[in-house]
């Protein structure tokens, strides 16, 4: 730029064609490579200094930086310590939730002794695996851990080892072998005594550390004694403070695991509160209640209601696990004074004491005067008729049938069962009945003599009709 304004004077002086010759525009191509200009060399524009056109073409990338950033991805998950020996440690651990717009480039291992604060790259180039070996290390030494993921827009925070990991072959990995019923929550009634036993492997001898929401156990209420293979944990009189979630970590050098032991002391619930009694009608009690203050840190399940009348003094129970907090007591006795009260229930028991109702529910005789109903008077009467009619049947010789058909009419009317038109009177044969307007006849391990024509027939005072049907008997 400081030779521009020299060159444009000497340029003034010595103008150049600004179209050079077509001849000259073929042959500087195809003998020579092209010259490459100079400040000197090129002829300044009339308008003025060649510095303005050089202005625009600088300002160029800025475009770039007014595109959002993309964001680098989340810290790599879970990692672990898988296995250590004499000089290696192996790590294992999860993806990321986030990756990015671009695509995860893969993983840097780091580590760095205890004590120091310089931190070293592993790896020199990243891979996709999610588990790597950390080799050539000193036996012995303590060494921090952490893994970051990184992609094209930069790298991740990193994932870091809450403990350094101590190089020294372990022979076997810590495990915790958690007791199936442990494995739901442990419940227990206040007072009760707490006595659990967790067996747990690893070689050599791995460190246990117990921890309730991430804070040391109170000692002076709960016992821990450690063995080679199993933790105790004992309470001698469990209360509703000890409840909660522990965890429970077995770790050799950095390598560990966790179980949770979730306990529930439980105790029974307060009475329930405002015992009202709602209305009395009839034979009936309306009661309503509202649930107790203090539920025994177990949900409530249903409340008892009882009643007592005045005569006995005795309670009973009306009603069993009612889960609303109103109800109805039904079928009581005319003249009796009733008295209602009614217990909480969770999975400890019922409550210690009951609410009672401050009224009393006296069933008095309703005093009812009878009108009867004005029904105009109807013609019922009907002569028989038969609604549904006997069907021929075939039956084997020493096996009972039986012969039905339907007959309607008002009065009542009688039945006549009649075999080859002869009335078929008191014979132990024969069971006949009607019930509901349904006609039937029973014939009792009939022979090949009990065939023939049956008609069942039906009479009152408006008339008569008869059915009839063939049986055979093979």
Known sequence: PKEEPASAPAAEETPAPEHPPAEEQHTVPADKPAPVPTAEATPAPEEGPPAPPEEPQAPAPEPKPEKPKAEPPSSPLSLAVEEVSENS????????????????????????????????????????????????????????????????????VPATLEQPVLVREILQLPRIRMPRHLRQTYVRRVGDAVNLMIPFQGKPQPKVIWTKGDQPLDTSRINIRNTEKDTIFYIREAQRSDSGKYELAVRINGAEDKATLDIQVIEPPAPPQNLKLLDVWGFNVALEWSPPVDNGNSEIKGYMVQKSDKKSGKWFTALERCTRTSCTISDLIIGNTYSFRVF??????????????????????????????????????????????????????GYSTHLFCCVRGFPQPKIIWMKNQMEIREDPKYIAMIEQGVCSLEIRKPSPFDGGIYTCKAVNPLGEASVDCKLDVK
Request: glycine share 6%; aromatic share 6%.
């Open 344 to 397: 909480a229930e969770n999975a400890c028991g019922l409550s210690e004491k009951a609410a009672v109702a401050s009224g009393v529910a006296h069933i008095k005789k309703t005093k009812t005067a009878y009108q009867p109903e004005k029904i105009p008077q109807r013609d019922m009467m009907e002569p028989p008729k038969f609604t549904q009619p006997l069907t021929d049947r075939t039956t084997t010789r």
């Open 89 to 156: 440690v192996t790590l294992t651990w999860k993806a990321p939730e986030q990756t990015g717009r671009s695509s995860l480039d893969g993983y840097t291992v780091e580590i760095c002794k205890d004590g120091s604060t310089d931190w070293t790259t592993v790896n020199e180039e990243p891979f996709l695996s999610t588990r790597y070996t950390i080799r050539d290390l000193g036996s012995g030494d303590k060494i921090h851990v952490r893994v970051k993921a990184v992609s094209a827009s930069g790298a991740s």
